[in-house]
């Protein structure tokens, strides 16, 4: 569930380095295929959060929901879990940027991948600096300068990304509550 290839460079529309364009750097599909790796089953799933649940989820991640619809991508192998995707689009400066982040069974980050990115080039993330939230679990302090280094140079950036990862996390707990489970796979 390590970083994409970055060989996997889907499209660059806007093409200039360093200027703001509609750039989605890789789609959900391959995204996902490359997350889980070969043979898993991804299914998707569409679960609403009740109003307590969604007040309790933004309480936990210390960010706003933007809607109490959850879509999520469950990869199975063998009918053993592998670990759970959701997208998250936000604003990070004056443009949008969606990320996957994979959640493991055990309810902890597996990777963070940054699917579409139309702000500058100079702010886009490194792998190295997205890495850093692998096997992390939701925490208040799961931000920049906190449990994951500050980003010279593009604080709204990790800002955006940390309250996404952090947003995921709750997310994910909060459907395995709503649902009673362990996990949102129900238990599997």
């Given amino acids: 569930m390590r970083g994409l290839a970055a060989g996997l460079v889907v499209a660059a529309a806007g093409g200039l380095s360093g200027e703001a364009g509609a750039r989605v750097l890789l789609d959900r599909e391959r995204a996902l295929a490359q997350a889980f790796g070969p043979g898993a089953k991804i299914t998707t799933r569409t679960v ?4 307590e649940a969604a007040r309790r ?3 936990a991640a210390a960010a706003k929901l933007a809607s109490v619809r959850v879509t999520l991508y469950e990869a199975t192998r063998r009918d053993s879990l592998l670990g759970t995707g959701y997208l998250d ?4 400066r ?3 940027e969606t990320v996957l982040v994979i959640v493991t069974p ?3 980050v597996g990777s963070v991948e940054v699917l579409a990115f139309h702000e500058p080039d100079d702010y886009l993330p490194p792998r190295r600096w997205l890495d850093r939230f ?3 679990a939701l925490a208040r302090d799961l931000r920049p300068g906190g449990a994951v280094p500050s980003l010279g140079g593009s604080t709204l950036t990790a800002r955006a990304i940390a309250a996404a990862v952090r947003r ?3 997310l994910h707990a909060a459907v395995a509550e709503q649902e009673g489970a362990r996990t949102p796979a129900r238990g599997r």
């Fill in 57 to 59: 989820a933004e309480q």
């Fill in 48 to 51: 609403f959060l009740t109003a």
């Fill in 106 to 108: 055990q309810g902890r």
């Fill in 134 to 136: 692998d096997d992390k």
């Fill in 94 to 96: 004056t443009m949008d």
């Fill in 168 to 170: 995921t996390l709750a």
């Fill in 89 to 92: 689009t936000h604003r990070v």
